[in-house]
Each structure stands twice: as C-alpha cells, then as structure tokens.
C-alpha cells in the first residue's frame, strides 16, 4: 500500500546537538516530497522541497533534507539545534500523477536547554 | 506579503449550531484545500477545489459543506458541529496546471473549533 512513515513520534535533543528525523515512502515512482514545521496553534510551515536534480536540499531555518532513491527515504536534518526549533514536523509526499499530499504522522521534536 | 489568512483564529460554537470558517488568499493560487487537524494528528484533507471544481474526499461526512465564491475566497460550513468536530481547520493554497504536480501547498494559521 501506498504510504508515508515518521517512524519517530517524539525526539528529544539537547540544544546545539544534531538533529536527524526520518521520512520513508513507498511508491512506484519518485513523488515530490516535501517538509513542513508546526509550532504549536499555528499552522504548517514549509521547510524544503524536492522535485528533482540534486539530492542534498536546502531549505530555511538552517535545515537540510537527503533523498535517497535507494532507500525510499527523505531524512531532514541541521548540525546544531536551537530551542526555537522545538515544534512538529510533517513529511508530506505528493504520489506521481496527483497533486494532493499524504502526510506522514509527524514527529513532534523537544529541545533541552 | 501574499499569505493564507484564516478567519477566525478562535471559533467557539454550541452543539448543533451551524459555523462557517473562512479561508482568503493573495497568491492567485488555483486550488484550495481544507484539513481537519485533530491533536497530535497529521492533517486530514476534507475537500478541496480545483479552480471552481468541488472534489470531496470519499469519508468527509456530509455535515461538511464548502463554498467558493472567487478565486481568492473558500468557507468551510458545518451544518451540525458534533463534539467531535472540534478540531483545528487548515486552509491551503496550491498552483497547479495541467499534467503537471503541483507546487508546494501553503498554510494559514488555522482556526480552532471549540464546540460547547
């Protein structure tokens, strides 16, 4: 079956440590893919985006995202956390040939000051 | 800045009694989405509209209506809010064209549904 796993529900990091939170799929072919931020009674905010072409992405508040064809996996992740960074975040695919997202569960990330 | 507004922030509404949220936007974004956010839950799309094209998702219950009276405007009415309809609702914007996906989908804050 079509689908999109957070395996992680809850994340605690300290602050200034690395953070790495996981996203797999499973479709025939590549989907967009796609990260999105939650802070609490807000809505979602998009971190980064693949469509294609390179593999590393780049997105806002210092994070970054890998696709990884071979693993069906598109991990986000930044070197050095900060505690404005505790919030919920969303992997969201759009499958080939749609323009609707499926979300995965999310992973709701807790910083240690 | 062109953004999704929501309005309002806060909804508080009585068992049964009808409630409309609204959703605006400034990106001329062609279609519009609406999600039903329950706590600690990835966001569950209701409907959406592909220009003026209404496409509702299979279990969305009937008690949900939309409307879309321009480009720039989309409401979501509950007809008969059950305790189980508080939720926060999301409204989203996307561009898309033809065969092609779309880009990506953007938020408003939301409105919080509180149902007494």
């Not at chain 1, 693949?50 to 070197?79: C, H, M, W």
């Not at chain 2, 409309?20 to 509209?49: D, E, G």
Request: proline content about 6%.
């Amino acid at each position: 079956a079509q689908s999109v796993t957070q395996p992680d529900i809850h994340i605690t990091v300290s602050e200034g440590a690395s953070l790495e939170l996981r996203c797999n799929y499973s479709y025939g072919a590549t989907p967009y893919l796609f990260w999105y931020v939650q802070s609490p009674g807000q809505g979602l905010q998009l971190l980064l985006k693949y469509f294609s072409g390179d593999t590393l992405v780049q997105g806002i508040k210092g994070f970054e995202a890998e696709f990884k064809r071979s693993q069906s996996s598109f991990n986000l992740r930044k070197p050095s956390v900060h505690w404005s960074d505790a919030a919920e975040y969303f992997c969201a695919v759009a499958p080939p040939g749609t323009y609707k997202y499926i979300f995965g569960t999310g992973t709701r990330l807790k910083v240690l000051a | 800045d062109a953004m999704v507004i929501q309005n309002p922030r806060y909804q508080v509404t009585q068992f049964g009694k009808p409630v409309t949220l609204s959703c605006s936007q400034t990106l001329n974004h062609n279609v519009m989405y609406w999600y039903q956010q329950k706590s600690s839950q990835a966001p569950k799309l209701l409907f959406h509209y592909y220009d003026k094209d209404f496409n509702n998702e299979a279990d969305t219950p009937d008690n949900f209506q939309s409307r879309r009276p321009n480009t720039s405007f989309c409401f979501l009415d509950i007809r008969s809010p059950g305790l189980g309809d508080a939720a926060m609702y999301l409204c989203a914007t996307s561009r898309t064209s033809g065969t092609e996906r779309s880009q990506p989908q953007h938020f408003g804050d939301g409105t919080r549904l509180s149902i007494l």
